[in-house]
């Protein structure tokens, strides 16, 4: 289907680990959650275009014409907008670059606005609201800024057009020259308007820049791995070192399924997947901060793993749904908080310790786990014990059934396998003896999901359903890759789960909400993966090549993808999804022995 039949999210991001926002290509920042992540938005009219405020800048008369762009190898985002009256340029960022020995990544957003054509009238509106839109900010005007208050929260706009702008109706702004907006939240902004907006867009170009050049990617599909590697860097939330799954909620994986998650949460479950894109590009200080934020919860949580945990790494996150909200195009319900804390997800156990294992047995790395080496590894082989014959919900959280799921058990015989390679290291016999005896446990459990005359793994033990998340036995090499087993798995789960242009389902049983009607992009990067280990290069080359076509005009990609229309759904931009074109990415440029164009410095 051509393009324009598709639905794609018309919005890029910006950040700066401590917050992200979205602008559309009318120039309206409809997501925007302060102080964090895990907030209400101040700006949300991606949910509900009244209820969820504006921040925009519009032209007088109607857009003809809109675009944008990153600056090159940055977070920070250009929208270019054009209208009989002329055209103007929004440059929008998040302050980011190092400074005092640590990195300046403020409660601060900034607009530059800036002529390109003519003598554009714009009109700024910045109405932020609170508590998911139930409450307006008061407004107040001071000398050069606007403030904004509800309750104890505070927001100022301070700017070099009229202030009158903000409290007139309907009034429009010639603009000769640049204009700058910076919103801040917290506290006030005290300095040269323009002369510091220019400093801070300078330095926050620069470091991402740097950061770039001192990642490793590979010397084909640059320009997509590196908006890919940008955009994940954007969803590691410093402080805590928590990398969140998407900074939005309720955006449906599709129209009318009731599907509508909040993703505004790190999953362990995804932590080998996300370490390992990290290590691929070179970006170990980003790993240690996600390694440590994981196992400081393996410490607190005495008790079982969840699956996800809040970014601080609290536990209780109590899933409500907000009826008031309209939803994303009417897609109800809106959801806040995750119910899904509380399933049973035994994979979370191995997850935890193959993400962990570099740490434990990489020399580049000092770090404290190392001292505790024997203590850790056998608390979690311990917990691989209590939890090997379990039934659970598995990897897509079925609501209403367990089983004893494949996967499940793969990363079980995967956290034992590590488990082994550390007690080896350090000599700790009695260890091993342990990971072998569970090593041998998970994979009687993973060969009683094996369908003999299929040739075909199942979902779980006695199962007849297939699911992609059995890819993971070719590519964590618990098949043999060369093997025959291998080729014969990925050839039926081919024949029922793929797509077109390599797209990939889940499952196609029907769950707690029916049959699934979208493909799952972070499966068909898996696709791909697996057929490079199983020497189908020029496929796998083909198939991500078809794959980067599912992203919108900057290269960002969704949780979903509809089959029939290669539209977008689900949560946006999907951390996991740009995870998976990183690691295809890799397997394959390891494949082909493929020279690094960038190497770290």
Request: with cysteine.
């Amino acid at each position: 289907m051509e393009s324009s039949q598709r639905h794609r999210y018309n919005s890029g991001i910006i950040g700066n680990c401590a917050y992200i926002a979205h602008i559309g290509m009318d120039s309206d920042i409809n997501w925007l959650c302060w102080p964090t992540f895990e907030d209400s938005f101040v700006f949300g009219s991606l949910l509900d275009k009244n209820k969820g405020g504006e921040f925009s800048i519009k032209p007088s008369t109607e857009i003809k014409q809109s675009r944008q762009f990153y600056v090159e190898n940055t977070n920070i985002l250009c929208t270019e907008i054009f209208s009989t009256d002329g055209g103007y340029r929004i440059t929008d960022f998040a302050p980011r670059f190092e400074q005092y020995e640590r990195y300046y990544k403020p409660l601060i957003l900034i607009r530059k606005v800036e002529p390109i054509e003519g003598y554009p009238k714009i009109q700024v509106t910045c109405r932020p609201t609170y508590e998911y839109g139930k409450q307006e900010f008061e407004k107040q005007r001071g000398s050069n800024h606007v403030q904004y208050y509800h309750d104890n929260l505070r927001m100022r706009l301070v700017t070099t057009m009229p202030v009158s702008h903000f409290f007139e109706n309907n009034t429009h702004y010639v603009l000769s020259k640049p204009i700058y907006l910076i919103l801040t939240f917290g506290s006030a902004f005290e300095a040269p308007i323009e002369r510091t907006a220019e400093e801070f867009l300078s330095r926050t170009e620069a470091y991402w820049q740097k950061w770039i050049k001192s990642a490793s990617i590979p010397n084909f599909y640059q320009k997509e791995v590196i908006r890919s590697a940008l955009a994940l860097k954007l969803h590691q939330y410093e402080d805590t070192g928590a990398i969140i799954a998407a900074s939005t909620t309720s955006l449906p994986e599709y129209p009318g399924s009731g599907r509508n998650w909040d993703y505004r949460y790190c999953w362990l479950r995804d932590s080998y997947y996300v370490l390992t894109a990290l290590s691929h590009i070179g970006q170990f200080e980003e790993m240690e901060k996600y390694a440590a934020y994981i196992a400081n919860i393996s410490h607190m949580d005495t008790g079982r793993l969840q699956p996800l945990y809040g970014i601080f790494g609290q536990q209780k996150l109590q899933e409500s749904t907000l009826d008031h909200i309209d939803g994303y195009l009417q897609n109800k319900p809106v959801r806040i908080g995750n119910q899904a804390y509380e399933h049973i997800q035994n994979d979370v156990y191995g997850q935890a310790l193959i993400a962990l294992l570099p740490l434990l047995t990489d020399s580049r790395f000092n770090y404290e786990l190392q001292i505790n080496a024997r203590e850790w590894t056998s608390y979690i082989l311990q917990k691989i014990k209590a939890t090997i014959d379990e039934y659970d919900a598995g990897i897509w959280e079925f609501r209403q059934f367990e089983n004893r799921h494949c996967y499940s058990n793969l990363f079980q015989w995967a956290g034992s396998t590590a488990a082994l390679k550390i007690a080896k290291m350090y000599g700790m016999e009695d260890i091993a003896h342990q990971a072998r005896v569970m090593i041998g446990k998970a994979t009687k459990h993973i060969e009683d999901c094996y369908d003999q005359e299929r040739h075909v793994y199942t979902n779980s033990a006695g199962g007849e359903n297939l699911d992609a998340s059995t890819l993971q036995l070719i590519m964590m090499n618990y098949l043999d890759p060369a093997s025959e087993r291998a080729k014969l798995h990925l050839s039926a789960m081919e024949k029922e789960l793929k797509g077109e242009n390599g797209l990939f389902y889940r499952y196609l049983h029907r769950d707690d909400f029916g049959k699934p009607k979208s493909t799952f992009l972070v499966c068909a990067f898996w696709y791909v993966e697996a057929l490079a280990c199983v020497g189908r290069i020029e496929e796998a080359q083909e198939t991500l090549n078809n794959l980067i076509g599912y992203s919108n005009h900057l290269l960002l990609f969704s949780e979903d993808v509809c089959e029939q229309t290669g539209s977008q759904w689900g949560n946006f931009p999907q951390a996991y999804s740009h995870v998976g074109l990183l690691n295809a990415a890799y397997r394959i440029a390891v494949k082909l022995d493929q020279p690094t164009f960038f190497e770290k410095e």
